[in-house]
């Protein structure tokens, strides 16, 4: 399975931002997909993540800001990020949770894009 990130870059503060990340290879389902974040001198948190019936949950720094979403169809996974502020700089990782056609789980990780927002 492969992860295939997008959408990362430099934006001001107050910007927006968004990310996509799309999997591939012998997929039969997608349980869970999440995005997580390692900011500079900090650890790996969780951002976002979306259940596969749609059940979401976000870092309290984010809520009000930031929304997942999912395409079962495309094996997608999207974070829209508004009103982005310095202290969300960091590099952003897409995770999901496969289940492939033997019925076995593996979760998988992207490469990571970075986001700064800086004026």
């Known amino acids: 399975v492969q992860l295939v990130e997008s959408g990362g870059g430099l934006v001001q503060p107050g910007g927006s931002l968004t990310l996509s990340c799309a999997a591939s290879g012998r997929i039969f389902t997608i349980d869970s997909m999440a995005w997580y974040r390692r900011a500079p001198g900090k650890q790996r948190e969780l951002v976002a993540r979306i259940a596969r019936i749609g059940w979401t949950n976000y870092v309290d720094s984010v809520k009000g800001r930031f929304t997942i979403s999912r395409d079962d169809a495309k094996n997608t996974v999207t974070l829209q990020m508004n009103n982005l502020n310095p202290e969300d700089t960091a590099v952003y990782y897409c995770?999901?949770?496969?289940?492939?056609?033997?019925?076995?789980?593996?979760?998988?990780w992207g490469q990571g894009t970075q986001v700064t927002v800086s004026s």
């Open positions: 995770y999901v949770d496969v289940v492939n056609p033997e019925g076995l789980m593996h979760d998988y």
